[in-house]
């Protein structure tokens, strides 16, 4: 059993060196590095599976365009450096596997648990360039949607009030079809333009 003394004399402190020792050296810290692969790992894997669900996670974020062509991205994993170095599902890949280093390297005592922390940071790196890459693809294709803003088409597959419907955009050589809402309903055939893009959703205004 781990005890933290509350006391500042030397013994104190060498007896609560020792029994940070004796936790690491010993069998009790087994315990704490399964909990953190078995937790960690748990939890990656529900944010990842959402993820790729459509309900959340890394790659899911709002995005604001205006006629203006400004792009406002907010993301969940968006962090406190430009490398975006830690965020929520770096944090995650880190306890994961700190705690997969843990469980084996953990026989070796302080040698294991250096090597369980470097297993961490390095998959913590990996993680977090992945994340920037993700996003920088998404960014990229919401900068290509927002050059449709201001682009005229015509509805292809009617749209209700204030529900959803396909419209085919004229690009001068070539079209494109897009999903679109508007305010009031449009039937099939129905001239429109392109006036804002929310969420990969374009609001379109007949002509």
Not at 36 to 56: D, Q, Y
Not at 111 to 130: P, Q
Request: proline content about 2%; charged content about 15%.
């Amino acid at each position: 059993m781990l005890i933290i003394p509350f006391r500042g004399d030397k013994e104190a402190n060498m007896f609560f060196a020792s029994s940070i020792s004796e936790f690491i050296n010993g069998g009790g810290i087994m315990s704490v590095y399964w909990g953190f692969a078995i937790g960690g790992s748990a939890i990656f894997a529900i944010t990842a599976v959402s993820a790729l669900l459509g309900l959340g996670g890394a790659e899911s974020g709002d995005v604001d365009v205006d006629m203006d062509g400004q792009v406002d991205i907010v993301h969940p994993d968006s962090g406190i450096f430009d490398f975006k170095l830690i965020s929520f599902r770096s944090i995650l890949a880190f306890i994961a596997m700190f705690g997969w280093g843990g469980v084996v390297f953990g026989e070796y005592g302080w040698k294991g648990f250096a090597l369980a922390i470097g297993c961490g940071l390095v998959t913590m790196v990996i993680t977090a360039y992945l994340i920037m890459s993700i996003l920088k693809l998404q960014q990229n294709g919401t900068r290509a949607n927002a050059s449709l803003v201001g682009r005229k088409g015509t509805v292809y597959l009617a749209i209700p009030a204030g529900g959803r419907g396909k419209v085919v955009l004229d690009l001068g050589d070539s079209t494109r079809e897009i999903t679109a809402c508007s305010d009031v309903a449009l039937a099939k055939g129905t001239p429109v333009v392109a006036t804002e893009l929310k969420a990969e959703v374009f609001t379109v205004k007949p002509l």
